[in-house]
Nanobody, 116 residues
Framework: QVRLMESGGGLVQAGGSLRLSCAAS????????MGWYRQAPGKQRELVAD???????NYADSVKGRFAISRDNAKNTLYLQMNNLKPEETAVYYC??????????WGQGTQVTVSS
């Protein structure tokens, strides 16, 4: 079992920055890919970025050049640095972990609100 706990959300003005963190605990060695997803009101949950244990990253086109995903395997922590935030990026941001056996884990989410 893996537990994921997000932190770092909040209210920021358009153009501002936030850094999200996701602390993982439990059977960490079973996790390969970790990622960030977001879900705005009335919309489907969408991938923001993900990263494999070896460091290969993948970003949604809408965030390329503004967001950076990273992970510290020694600290079992995932990060998302978000710069130049836009109001339409207001959403609940979720941490996700996928095991080598394709089991998926989710955190409880953290709210990010970008004011115009």
């Amino acid at each position: 079992q893996v537990r994921l706990m997000e932190s770092g959300g909040g209210l920021v003005q358009a153009g501002g920055s936030l850094r999200l963190s996701c602390a993982a605990s439990g059977s960490i060695s079973s996790i390969n890919t970790m990622g960030w997803y977001r879900q705005a009101p009335g919309k489907q949950r969408e991938l923001v970025a993900d990263i494999t244990r070896s460091g290969t990253t993948n970003y949604a086109d809408s965030v390329k050049g503004r967001f950076a995903i990273s992970r510290d395997n020694a600290k079992n922590t995932l990060y998302l640095q978000m710069n130049n935030l836009k109001p339409e990026e207001t959403a609940v941001y979720y941490c996700n972990g996928r095991s080598y056996m394709s089991v998926i884990y989710w955190g409880q989410g953290t709210q990010v609100t970008v004011s115009s």
